[in-house]
């Protein structure tokens, strides 16, 4: 039986394959605001809650408010999915700025890598954390199973998604079912 960091590995393969061979952007449209699930566990309107903790500065901790999103085509199936959350430091008091990057497959919702920036002003991020499918130099941090995109929903989860960062950044996302509005 293969197993499923093996199947990873191929499923990036093949992405980087479709890659190669380029792609239209059938499907994709500009981004609307990000709903959240009502507090039933459905699909709904509401306010898109964001925490994060384990921040490295601290002052990147916070529970925040989904505020935008949007959605574009990388190539092939792969597809870039931008939330930007804001809200106040948990640790420090101040405003707080969250861009969130995550990269995926529109079909099969195999996510390659996740980006978090922060800071109190999102035109100069403070902090630059992620992780990937493949572990690189710029990016240490393996996402594992930590995050779930479901094309078919058009919903993002993160379950304790620990990010790392060069030069000790860290952040840690907590998100359910976050519901996207554009592919």
């Not at 990269?103 to 195999?110: E, I, K």
Request: with cysteine; proline share 3%.
């Amino acid at each position: 039986m293969v197993s499923d960091w093996i199947k990873g590995l191929l499923m990036l393969g093949a992405i980087a394959m479709l890659a190669a061979c380029g792609g239209t952007s059938d499907g994709a449209t500009g981004g609307t605001a990000i709903q959240s699930p009502s507090a039933g566990g459905g699909t709904g309107t509401g306010t898109s809650i964001l925490t994060v903790t384990n921040a490295f500065p601290a002052s990147g901790a916070g529970s925040l408010t989904v505020t935008s999103s949007s959605s574009s085509v990388v190539s092939g199936n792969n597809r870039r999915l931008v939330i930007i959350a804001s809200g106040t430091s948990t640790n420090g008091g101040g405003s707080l700025f969250h861009r969130i990057t995550v990269d995926y497959d529109s079909v099969t919702g195999t996510v390659i890598g996740v980006e978090d920036q922060w800071g109190t002003s999102l035109a100069t991020p403070a902090a630059t954390a992620g992780c990937a499918v493949v572990t690189t130099v710029n990016i240490p941090q393996l996402c594992n199973n930590t995050v779930v995109v479901d094309p078919l929903m058009r919903q993002i989860t993160f379950s304790n998604t620990a990010l790392r960062g060069l030069n000790t950044y860290a952040s840690t996302l907590n998100a359910i079912r976050l519901a996207f509005t554009a592919l």
